[in-house]
């Protein structure tokens, strides 16, 4: 839903509040309904702590970034580079320049639509050709698929190339020698499990206490974001688990395991979601 959606969907939800009488529901007797009650109590909670003001804030960011990004020429320049590129003879840089635009073209167009694992590990490719163009032969990148009907489940956007960034900026970039990024995916009966794993230089043990913790629930997520904002890249997995905790709960998220000196893997947890409902 768009930000602007769920503004008129709040508004909505203020008036039915209003012509229902929530606080009156709430004091009747419903003993014998606890569901019901307990939806109730849902409700007035969020109906105290509706962000609007907030949310109107954030569509005018956006809409005010999206008039300074015109996609198309962005597209057409990159092209246009290609182009000339393939001329001179210059494949890798005609093969880098696409991947940017293929990934640039992903990363703006219909970010809070559901796509399939196919879709995020096509764009996790062209990122990762970008950044071998940076790195050269220093990275390697393995994909271990248990079950090839996975690549069609659902996930939201723009989770899994984060957690690529991150194996690649703090694990790999500052070791010395090659490095490998593996993501394996792997499922339950229910739950999608996908994990990106790194060779790199790992982290000590109360710095991924820290993470963990962080990342055990929203609320601690959102406490910690100024401070995680002065390390580089620390807000992107934060924000990562907080979009998964907010459309599905608090039993699914991130979780880090990591060795100084080893490696680290980034471990994420989704409903297995085969088709859109």
């Not at 090659?178 to 790992?202: H, P, R």
Request: a negative charge.
């Amino acid at each position: 839903m768009s930000i602007s959606s769920r503004i008129r969907f709040y508004k909505k939800i203020k008036q039915f509040s209003k012509e229902r009488n929530v606080e009156k529901i709430l004091q009747d007797d419903w003993s014998g309904y606890p569901e019901f009650q307990l939806f109730c109590q849902d409700l007035n909670l969020i109906l105290e702590g509706l962000p609007e003001e907030q949310l109107q804030q954030k569509q005018a960011e956006y809409l005010a970034l999206q008039n300074q990004i015109n996609p198309h020429f962005l597209y057409n320049t990159l092209e246009a580079i290609r182009a000339d590129a393939l001329v001179a003879g210059c494949g890798n840089i005609a093969d880098t320049t696409e991947a940017l635009a293929t990934f640039f073209r992903y990363t703006i167009t219909d970010v809070q639509h559901f796509v399939t694992l196919s879709d995020e590990l096509d764009n996790v490719d062209n990122y990762f050709i970008i950044q071998k163009f940076r790195f050269g032969d220093k990275l390697e990148m393995n994909q271990e698929l248990e079950n090839e009907e996975l690549m069609s489940a659902r996930m939201p956007k723009l989770l899994l190339q984060p957690l690529v960034e991150n194996a690649i900026s703090h694990g790999l970039e500052c070791k010395v020698g090659e490095g490998t990024v593996t993501i394996a995916v792997e499922n339950s009966e229910k739950t999608l499990f996908i994990s990106v794993k790194d060779d790199g230089v790992g982290m000590d043990e109360e710095k991924v206490e820290k993470l963990n913790h962080i990342f055990s629930s929203q609320d601690k997520t959102r406490k910690h974001y100024g401070e995680l904002k002065k390390e580089k890249g620390g807000i992107a997995l934060p924000n990562v688990n907080s979009r998964i905790k907010l459309l599905f709960g608090e039993d699914y998220g991130l979780h880090i395991y990591s060795v100084e000196g080893v490696g680290t893997e980034i471990r994420m947890t989704l409903p297995l979601i085969m088709e859109i409902e």
